[in-house]
């Protein structure tokens, strides 16, 4: 089955520290998201990656950025942590698609808590 | 631009019961759309999606969820409600063309209780 293993489950940091989260996914797949999820919020995109070195941003990318310099690994980066980036941030992988999306799944991480202190 | 309403945040129900979370959606392309649920300490998890063809669609543990173009709703049922169906549910939708193609709009989610 396919796997997407986050580097951390919590993470504890200080306002105003780089802060790096790391997903990995055992599935040659090409698109990487990460989102963050909050209570009452819901799910919201923060970047997404469709092939190595490629990027987009999704509906809330301020303060975040990424890298994507391999297939299979997609970070997160956080140039300086604020207390209002605590949240619980999942990274997922799907395999690519075009229009018609009869097979697609995203495969979602177990989640890195963060929290900004 | 696409969208995805959750009505209920919380949805309370007794084992054996009716489960119905629901979820209206706004797409300017014909939708595809997706029911996913989360455990306690997990990720999300795939429970079924709707893409082209059978407005039915039936996913895992029993549930299903029927495509309303009319009422631009898809909404989660299960017949009868078992203690291990007690999760977080997320609905969301994507547009099939253009650059919506690998983005997923997802809903606040609907927290499912199942009371013995």
């Known amino acids: 089955d396919v796997k997407v293993t986050q580097s951390s489950r919590y993470l504890v940091k200080r306002t105003g520290e780089k802060v790096f989260l790391e997903c990995v996914q055992d599935m040659d797949h090409e698109n990487m998201f990460w989102y963050r999820q909050d209570p009452g919020l819901g799910l919201r995109l923060i970047y997404f990656s469709y092939d190595v070195k490629m990027k987009e941003k999704g509906d809330i990318p301020e303060g975040y950025s990424v890298s994507r310099e391999k297939k299979e690994r997609f970070s997160l980066i956080l140039e300086s942590a604020s207390t209002n980036q605590t949240s619980m941030y999942l990274c997922a992988s799907s395999k690519i698609t075009g229009a018609f999306a009869t097979n697609e799944k995203l495969f979602f991480g177990s989640g890195t808590q963060l929290s900004v202190l | 631009a696409q969208s995805v309403t959750q009505l209920g945040s919380h949805v309370s129900v007794s084992e054996g019961a009716l489960v119905l979370l629901r979820c209206n959606y706004s797409s300017s392309v014909p939708p595809y759309l997706f029911w996913y649920v989360q455990y306690p300490n997990q990720g999300l998890q795939l429970l079924l999606k709707?893409?082209?063809?059978?407005?039915l669609v039936k996913g895992i543990n029993g549930f299903e969820a029927e495509f309303k173009k009319s009422e631009t709703s898809f909404h989660l049922t299960k017949p009868s409600a078992h203690m291990s169906d007690a999760a977080e549910y997320f609905c969301?939708?994507?547009?099939?063309?253009?650059?919506?193609?690998?983005?997923?709009?997802f809903g606040k989610g609907t927290l499912l209780t199942v009371n013995p």
């Open positions: 969301a939708v994507r547009g099939n063309s253009g650059g919506s193609n690998y983005k997923l709009t």
């Open positions: 709707y893409t082209t063809g059978a407005t």
